[in-house]
Each structure stands twice: as C-alpha cells, then as structure tokens.
C-alpha cells in the first residue's frame, strides 16, 4: 500500500491495481500547484464530507477516471444529482468489501454541509484494508471517545489524522487519539493550507516524539508505502 499525500486532507492510495483517493481539494490549494491534477488516477474516491476544501475536485476527477464516489448516502445522491451517477452510499458502522479492499464508515465530529449550501450528511472517516493492512482516515474531527473502539477492536498499521486546530483537532489532542486508537505512526493532515490552521511543524513532531510516537508530515508530493 502506498500512501501519496496531494495537499490538505487529500491523499491517494495504491494498491494492486486499484487506486483510492481521499477528499480531493487540490485545484484551488496554492500549496498543491506542483500537482498535474490530470495525472491522478482513481477508481473510487472516498468523501469524508461535504465541505468545499474536501470536495472541490471530486466531481472533475470522478468523470475523468469512471471512479466511483463511495461517501455517506446524501454526499453521494448529491453528485448523482450532478450527474455522476456511479457511488456507493454508506453510513456510519456499515462496512463494504469492494473485492480488493474494504471499507467502514465511522464517526467523525465535525460539520458538513455542501459548496451550494445543500446538507452534508454527518460526517466521517474511514478505515481502509487492503494487503493484510489498514488505515485510519479520520477525516476532520474533533477528539472523540470513540476512537477507543477503533483502538480496541482494530489493529492499525497507521493513521491520518488533522492537527491544524480550530476546526479539527489539534497536535496535542491528535496525539491522545494516537492513544485512543492505539497506533504509533500518525500521518498528519488539515494543517497550513490557510492561516486559521498554520503550526509549527517542529513543535508538532517533537511533541509526538516525546510521547514515543512518530508524526509524519509529508511533503506535497510525496508518499510512503506501508
């Protein structure tokens, strides 16, 4: 599995001829100017929620490869309204098997409502397996207790979770959901991409090292394989 980090909260994932993408925002993001949006492959694109910096290129990116938008029931009715019909809707604890990988919807604690203003549905991230592996996207979300439950009943190779503060998490409770869910290797995401969730990135790291856990903070860009 290879993890490739396109800006923000947006990531794509390779497996054995599938690829995923994760909440593309990446046209309307200064940061991300360096990534030929036309060079993304995806075959399902997965939609934590509806906010604009988390769906912006969906709907481009959706047509462009045939890939099928998997995210809550609303979400997805939204796009078919839009005119891309190919989704899987789901809600929180349901879990898919998409032949070579799955996937369960779980809480997040966040808001969601659409670009035009049309509900979102309520939030969530994703646990994805694929390759004997998986991973946590949790999406934007505040600390929540019920990431104890991933901790308890999952075995994780890693986890993207927000550090930017002010609308999600921050690094130090970031760094007690690396707790909750009990994994030590935590890819950061929603952080610098606007002034409101700008961090120090050294303090960031330093203050999970401390901790005995690793905070990855990848380059727009680059990836890591798991």
Same mark, same amino acid.
């Given at each position: 599995?290879?993890?490739?980090?396109?800006?923000?909260?947006?990531?794509?994932?390779?497996?054995?001829?599938?690829?995923?993408?994760?909440?593309?925002?990446?046209?309307?993001?200064?940061?991300?100017?360096?990534?030929?949006?036309?060079?993304?492959?995806?075959?399902?694109?997965?939609?934590?929620?509806?906010?604009?910096?988390?769906?912006?290129?969906?709907?481009?990116?959706?047509?462009?490869?045939?890939?099928?938008?998997?995210?809550?029931?609303?979400?997805?009715?939204?796009?078919?309204?839009?005119?891309?019909?190919?989704?899987?809707?789901?809600?929180?604890?349901?879990?898919?098997?998409?032949?070579?990988?799955?996937?369960?919807? /779980?809480? !997040?604690?966040?808001?969601? @409502?659409?670009?035009? $203003?049309?509900?979102?549905? =309520?939030?969530?991230?994703? #646990? /994805?397996? !694929?390759?004997?592996?998986? @991973?946590?996207?949790? $999406?934007?979300?505040?600390? =929540?207790?019920?990431?104890? #439950?991933?901790?308890?009943?999952?075995?994780?190779?890693?986890?993207?979770?927000?550090?930017?503060? =002010?609308?999600?998490?921050?690094?130090?409770?970031?760094?007690?959901?690396?707790?909750?869910?009990?994994?030590?290797?935590?890819?950061?995401?929603?952080?610098?991409?606007?002034?409101?969730?700008?961090?120090?990135?050294?303090?960031?790291?330093?203050?999970?090292?401390?901790?005995?856990?690793?905070?990855?903070?990848?380059?727009?860009?680059?990836?890591?394989?798991?």
């Amino acid at each position: 599995m290879k993890i490739t980090f396109y800006g923000h909260a947006c990531f794509g994932v390779e497996l054995d001829g599938v690829s995923l993408l994760i909440d593309p925002f990446i046209t309307p993001n200064k940061l991300a100017e360096g990534i030929d949006i036309n060079a993304i492959k995806a075959d399902y694109i997965l939609i934590t929620h509806g906010h604009e910096d988390h769906v912006a290129d969906a709907l481009f990116l959706a047509q462009k490869n045939d890939a099928t938008i998997v995210s809550n029931f609303e979400i997805v009715s939204w796009f078919a309204e839009k005119g891309h019909v190919k989704g899987h809707p789901m809600n929180h604890g349901g879990n898919k098997n998409f032949g070579d990988f799955s996937v369960k919807y /779980v809480n !997040a604690v966040h808001s969601s @409502v659409l670009p035009d $203003g049309t509900y979102g549905g =309520n939030p969530g991230g994703f #646990l /994805v397996k !694929a390759n004997g592996k998986c @991973v946590y996207f949790a $999406g934007d979300t505040a600390l =929540n207790y019920d990431m104890k #439950l991933i901790g308890d009943f999952e075995q994780l190779d890693a986890a993207v979770l927000p550090i930017g503060d =002010n609308f999600t998490m921050g690094i130090e409770d970031a760094c007690i959901a690396s707790e909750f869910i009990q994994c030590d290797k935590i890819i950061g995401m929603h952080f610098n991409t606007f002034p409101y969730i700008e961090i120090d990135s050294e303090y960031a790291v330093e203050y999970f090292r401390k901790r005995e856990r690793e905070l990855i903070l990848l380059t727009i860009g680059d990836n890591l394989k798991l």
